[in-house]
């Protein structure tokens, strides 16, 4: 069993100079969500993107994946995407084809299409779908309308009205046994609105054949929508937004207006975690038990444990904080920092490469040379210029800015000393007004 799934296209109708397949939808790139469908079914090694188009980038966005790749250098139809890998596929005999422009799909909606293949048994299956505004999708043309057997798929182009006003539609999926594909592939013309080789034609090629070429309709239309557009993109992203808000509020999460938050895919969140609205989860964060996380905060690939409490409006990048910590409102943790248990960072607090300890209390600019022992107290806004160590017990006068050592227990001011001129500003004023 192989699977081919088809990213080759230029994606016109996005207007983009990045290639569809690397538009984003939850998070990653359209193919990535494919591609994770398609592994779960097959082993990486019989998985092979058709890519075409800025094929290099397409290829290294995906390239952790351990796919295979085929090359299509010039982007002539979805028949032609299948033509190009006839020798990557001729080993197999069954070959599942997915469009790498429709995220949605699910390993069970592929795993039921190609058993409905196997049961059949037929040379080729196509997944439909019944949707209320079918326009732009390929229609289904049943032999009769109870009977699984295709006659033909009618793309919209060259639909007559009556065809237009089939609702089942041609997803985009199918499975094919390769034989019967590759010794009928080369009948398929480019005699059409696109002049392009149309993977859909197949269905008729077939059947004049006299191979079996049958349908199975999904339940749920919603997984099969591809993305052409920057409003099929936007709309996608929010139904997956949403799937994953549901999936994470069914395992004891809490989020206040989920329409409002934007937590991506592989994101992780335990029970009793409350999420505000207008927050953004983002890459591979995790997050603890009992935290809240108050709005308009954005945390990327940070790793959160347990008790903690994020305060409105911060940003965190690859940061790691421990139990019970409190964060802002307003602190911006940058890549490498790492806040200890139970400790404070205050208001408009960046930190960079930092360890702070245990129940440490911070509202300082720090870097990551800057050492502060256990018990100091650091007034606020001070600079502390790195590299500087503020031994135990310490205390920092406010507004000090620390450029040598403050010895264990020491009271350390560095700003110069306050003068207090009598009189001055009245004078100044009566000056003025002469
Ligand atoms: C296709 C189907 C249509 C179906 C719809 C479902 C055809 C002719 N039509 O239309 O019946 O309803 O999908 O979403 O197949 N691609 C290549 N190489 C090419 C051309 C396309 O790899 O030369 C890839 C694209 O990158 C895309 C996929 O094939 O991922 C589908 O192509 P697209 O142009 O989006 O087809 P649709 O017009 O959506
Ligand atoms: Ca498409």
Not at 175 to 197: G, R, W
Not at 298 to 314: F, K, N, Q, Y
Not at 346 to 371: A, P, Q, R, W
Request: net charge neutral; charged share 25%.
């Amino acid at each position: 069993m192989a699977i081919a799934i088809m990213a080759a296209g230029q994606g016109t109708r996005l207007k983009s100079q990045l290639p569809k397949v690397l538009h984003e939808v939850g998070g990653k790139p359209l193919l990535a969500h494919v591609i994770a469908a398609a592994t779960r079914i097959v082993p990486p090694n019989d998985v092979f993107a058709i890519i075409g188009h800025e094929a290099d980038r397409v290829r290294s966005a995906v390239a952790n994946t351990a796919i295979n790749f085929v090359l299509q250098a010039e982007q002539r139809g979805t028949g032609h995407a299948l033509m190009v890998a006839r020798n990557a596929l001729s080993a197999y005999d069954h070959v599942i084809v997915l469009s790498g422009d429709a995220p949605q799909i699910t390993p069970q909606t592929i795993a039921r299409l190609l058993n409905f293949h196997l049961d059949e048994p037929a040379a080729m299956t196509l997944l439909s779908a019944d949707l209320d505004h079918p326009t732009c999708y390929g229609r289904i043309l049943r032999k009769n309308p109870r009977d699984a057997e295709v006659q033909a798929i009618v793309e919209e182009k060259s639909a007559t009205p009556a065809q237009k006003k089939i609702r089942e539609i041609n997803a985009g999926f199918y499975v094919f046994a390769v034989a019967q594909l590759l010794s009928h592939i080369e009948k398929l013309s480019t005699a059409n609105p696109h002049s392009e080789y149309y993977l859909t034609d197949m269905a008729e090629v077939l059947r004049k054949a006299k191979q079996r070429v049958v349908v199975y309709k999904t339940e749920d239309p919603g997984e099969v929508l591809g993305a052409n557009t920057r409003a099929e993109l936007s709309f996608i992203d929010h139904q997956i937004r949403m799937c994953k808000c549901q999936q994470l509020m069914s395992e004891g999460v809490t989020i206040f207006y989920p329409a409002t938050c934007v937590i991506d895919d592989d994101v992780e969140i335990a029970p009793d975690t409350v999420i505000e609205p207008f927050v953004q989860i983002l890459g591979k964060s995790r997050i603890g038990a009992a935290c809240r996380i108050r709005s308009y905060s954005v945390i990327r690939d940070s790793e959160i444990a347990d008790g903690v409490l994020v305060r409105p409006g911060c940003i965190l990048e690859e940061a790691h904080v421990g139990p019970n910590a409190v964060l802002g409102p307003y602190s911006h943790l940058r890549p490498g920092s790492d806040i200890g248990e139970a400790a404070h960072v205050g208001n408009f607090v960046e930190t960079k490469k930092i360890k702070l300890g245990k129940g440490s209390n911070y509202d300082g600019v720090n870097k990551h040379t800057t050492i502060i022992e256990d018990g100091v107290f650091i007034g606020s806004d001070s600079t502390l210029v790195a590299p500087v160590r503020v031994g135990k017990g310490a205390y920092v006068g406010a507004a000090s800015c620390i450029t040598e050592d403050v010895p264990g227990d020491a009271l350390a001011v560095g700003r110069s000393r306050q003068i207090v001129k009598e009189g001055w500003a009245r004078e100044k004023r009566a000056a003025k007004l002469k």
